[in-house]
């Protein structure tokens, strides 16, 4: 092997997985996109899904992040379910607050 620099991927992982911390590990932010590719694991009350920002004129997703929903998240969309009478589903539009994590194994996800 030539005298190449580089580092594993699993420490890659680390700096990112620690510059997320640093940086998200106090904010929450106010998002507003459309729901896709949603699973709901009802024996374990956990939402997951990607929320996607689509172009206004061709439809083309633009921006897309993985979500996940758990305990607290989950109750609320049980909530919005109640209240509004409307599924929870894919292609729905929808302001929600989220944090930004990072799992060395997961990835990125709100």
């Known amino acids: 092997m030539t005298n190449l620099k580089y580092i594993s991927l699993s420490e890659l992982n ?3 997985e620690e510059h997320i ?5 106090d904010l929450f932010f106010w998002v507003l996109a459309e729901v896709s590719s949603h699973k709901f694991y009802q024996n374990s009350d956990r939402h997951y899904f990607d929320l996607v920002e689509k172009s206004k004129d ?4 633009t921006a897309k992040l993985k979500a996940k929903s758990w305990s607290e998240g989950s ?3 049980k909530m919005f379910e109640k209240n509004t009478g409307q599924k929870f589903q894919n292609g729905l539009q929808v302001l929600v607050q989220v944090k930004v994590e990072y799992h060395k194994i997961y990835g990125l996800s709100l």
Do not use: P, R, T, V
């Not at 911390?21 to 590990?25: E, I, M, Y």
């Open 58 to 61: 061709s439809n083309i997703e």
């Open 75 to 77: 109750e609320a969309i």
């Open 14 to 16: 680390q700096k990112i």
């Open 21 to 25: 911390n640093l940086h998200f590990s």
